[in-house]
């Protein structure tokens, strides 16, 4: 049994069913319906690959036990895809399938594959001691948006002469979603200018995608919910702040969005410590960062099809914008070095002495300190060391390093 769990769009489905193209497989989406239907729709797809007739079933339980059998004299790969849905169809299904699982699995010779969107559903599901299915997972994968040298690599097979802006552009709307770059590929969308334009256009995949990924997930809330992702996707990152703009009691939302939802991530400057109030929130996702900040934000201009002023407005505020999506991307290049155990931010009360970016390496006792500026004139690097002053007496006799990272150091 192998756990496989992503968000919506990173390419689940596409990596299992190219994986499994050559072998006897079995794919089932668990769609929110009536049990019965489920059971008709599997009964046949069984039937289509397997050539074995089961019957008629109203139990999705009696179901999977006649499947076991079959797999006692049969190889074969079954995958559950959006797992997690079974909640909503049979909530007893997950221990109805333990008993049947622990029963008939030495006996059988089927390659199980439940994958799941709703991480934190998943990870309840098997994680939790108290759920039936806790401990049965053989294997467990988590499908990841492609790294930053991906990114590069799929910029310079299909535009070359690709500008750091561009690169910067593809990967502030895909953020390394393999659904967003094939959208963006399809419309050989790889300079800024044309992916903005993709983006922002009538009929476009990107302009009701937000709505559609998050509006069934948060129920009759979720008016709150994307209130409270808007205003952290236009820089009001800590909850006072997020409370004043929303006039919405933030609290249990955000725990909610960081817990449940595994969307928004709270971090501290580097050397707060885990009891400091000195919090703030960002939005995990780039693609919804940007959707929240101005799609979401301008709607009544999206919903009467003025996207010319979308497009104006991106265009208006896509330098101060895209200054915290470089930011971004040197945070994340930092970590994919694998050389440091901590990438983060720094700043002090009130704001001040704000650094960009700190990578620390505790076990060599060395700290990167960098200045991040889309324009590398703008960078003061004397600025910087005084800045980054408390840290240092901190960290007295560590190696620390002052960098200046622009749009030219993006390779």
Same mark, same amino acid.
């Given at each position: 049994?192998?756990?496989?769990?992503?968000?919506?769009?990173?390419? +689940?489905?596409? *990596?299992?069913?190219? =994986?499994?193209?050559?072998? @006897?497989?079995?794919? !089932?989406?668990? &769609?929110?319906?009536? /049990?019965?239907?489920?059971?008709?729709?599997?009964?046949?797809?069984?039937?289509?690959?397997?050539?074995?007739?089961?019957?008629?079933?109203?139990?999705?339980?009696?179901?999977?036990?006649?499947?076991?059998?079959?797999?006692?004299?049969?190889?074969?790969?079954?995958?559950?895809?959006?797992?997690?849905?079974?909640?909503?169809?049979?909530?007893?299904?997950?221990?109805?399938?333990?008993?049947?699982?622990?029963?008939?699995?030495?006996?059988?010779?089927?390659?199980?594959?439940?994958?799941?969107?709703?991480?934190?559903?998943?990870?309840?599901?098997?994680?939790?001691? +108290?759920?039936? *299915?806790?401990?049965? =997972?053989?294997?467990?994968? @988590?499908?990841?948006? !492609?790294?930053? &040298?991906?990114?590069? /690599?799929?910029?310079?097979?299909?535009?070359?002469?690709?500008?750091?802006?561009?690169?910067?552009?593809?990967?502030?709307?895909?953020?390394?979603?393999?659904?967003?770059?094939?959208?963006?590929?399809?419309?050989?969308?790889?300079?800024?200018?044309?992916?903005?334009?993709?983006?922002?256009?009538?009929?476009?995949?990107?302009?009701?995608?937000?709505?559609?990924?998050?509006?069934?997930?948060?129920?009759?809330?979720?008016?709150?919910?994307?209130?409270?992702?808007?205003?952290?996707?236009?820089?009001?990152?800590?909850?006072?702040?997020?409370?004043?703009?929303?006039?919405?009691?933030?609290?249990?939302?955000?725990?909610?969005?960081?817990?449940?939802?595994?969307?928004?991530?709270?971090?501290?400057?580097?050397?707060?410590?885990?009891?400091?109030?000195?919090?703030?929130?960002?939005?995990?996702?780039?693609?919804?960062?940007?959707?929240?900040?101005?799609?979401?934000?301008?709607?009544?201009?999206?919903?009467?099809?003025?996207?010319?002023?979308?497009?104006?407005?991106?265009?208006?505020?896509?330098?101060?914008?895209?200054?915290?999506?470089?930011?971004?991307?040197?945070?994340?290049?930092?970590?994919?070095?694998?050389?440091?155990?901590?990438?983060?931010?720094?700043?002090?009360?009130?704001?001040?002495?704000?650094?960009?970016?700190?990578?620390?390496?505790?076990?060599?006792?060395?700290?990167?300190?960098?200045?991040?500026?889309?324009?590398?004139?703008?960078?003061?690097?004397?600025?910087?060391?005084?800045?980054?002053?408390?840290?240092?007496?901190?960290?007295?006799?560590?190696?620390?390093?002052?960098?200046?990272?622009?749009?030219?150091?993006?390779?």
């Amino acid at each position: 049994m192998t756990v496989l769990t992503g968000r919506r769009r990173i390419g +689940k489905t596409t *990596l299992i069913k190219h =994986a499994y193209e050559k072998s @006897r497989m079995i794919y !089932f989406f668990v &769609a929110r319906k009536s /049990e019965t239907l489920l059971c008709q729709e599997l009964s046949d797809t069984i039937r289509d690959v397997l050539d074995e007739d089961l019957g008629n079933f109203t139990s999705m339980a009696r179901l999977f036990a006649s499947i076991m059998q079959i797999a006692k004299r049969r190889h074969f790969t079954l995958v559950f895809d959006e797992f997690q849905n079974f909640k909503y169809v049979n909530e007893s299904f997950f221990s109805d399938m333990q008993n049947i699982w622990d029963s008939n699995k030495n006996a059988a010779h089927i390659n199980l594959i439940v994958c799941g969107s709703l991480y934190s559903m998943m990870t309840k599901i098997f994680d939790d001691r +108290k759920e039936p *299915l806790y401990g049965r =997972a053989t294997s467990r994968m @988590r499908l990841r948006a !492609f790294p930053l &040298a991906t990114l590069q /690599e799929i910029m310079r097979d299909n535009n070359p002469s690709y500008t750091p802006d561009d690169l910067l552009a593809f990967y502030m709307i895909t953020g390394g979603v393999a659904k967003y770059v094939e959208q963006l590929h399809i419309l050989g969308a790889f300079t800024k200018e044309n992916i903005i334009n993709a983006v922002l256009s009538y009929g476009s995949y990107f302009i009701d995608e937000g709505k559609e990924l998050l509006s069934d997930e948060f129920g009759k809330d979720y008016g709150n919910y994307f209130s409270i992702l808007s205003a952290i996707a236009g820089g009001f990152n800590e909850r006072g702040e997020i409370k004043s703009y929303t006039g919405i009691e933030a609290g249990g939302y955000l725990d909610k969005l960081e817990k449940t939802y595994d969307l928004i991530y709270r971090y501290r400057p580097y050397l707060a410590s885990e009891n400091s109030r000195n919090v703030r929130y960002g939005i995990k996702d780039n693609f919804l960062n940007f959707w929240f900040r101005f799609i979401y934000k301008y709607r009544s201009a999206v919903e009467i099809g003025n996207l010319d002023y979308l497009r104006e407005k991106v265009n208006k505020d896509y330098s101060t914008f895209s200054g915290s999506i470089l930011e971004r991307f040197f945070r994340q290049k930092y970590r994919e070095t694998g050389l440091y155990n901590i990438v983060t931010n720094y700043w002090e009360k009130d704001g001040r002495n704000e650094i960009d970016l700190v990578a620390v390496n505790e076990v060599e006792k060395e700290i990167v300190i960098g200045e991040v500026k889309r324009n590398p004139k703008r960078i003061d690097l004397h600025g910087l060391e005084e800045k980054a002053a408390k840290i240092v007496s901190k960290r007295k006799g560590w190696n620390i390093d002052y960098v200046a990272l622009s749009l030219e150091d993006m390779e």
